[in-house]
């Protein structure tokens, strides 16, 4: 792939807007599945998910890229800040993107 190294990289988006959330976001434990936010970071993942598919509707895929890398910051935090990973589960929790299953499971921060 050729690069131009006078623009970013159009991944570079979804890295600095992933990393940005932890400091952006510093205190709202949500963002970061800290404190038992499951209802409200799995929210905050499926209302992103919808943003992100309404921007490519629109063709603003750098709009779409950015909230991609907050909502996968927030993703990887789930994975990092619960005990899914403790309880045997080998698979991804597929109901974190999904906004019509409100149940994530039997998980604990
Ligand atoms: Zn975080």
Redesign the pocket.
Known sequence: MLHNPGKRLHSDDVTWRNAR??FR?MFNGD????GETFVEGRKLITDGVSSVKASIKRGNFEAARQKLGDIL??L??FY??SNWIELGNRFPNSNLIRSDVSDIGPVAG
């Open positions: 959330v932890d976001h963002y970061h599945f800290d910051h927030t990887q935090d990092s800040h």
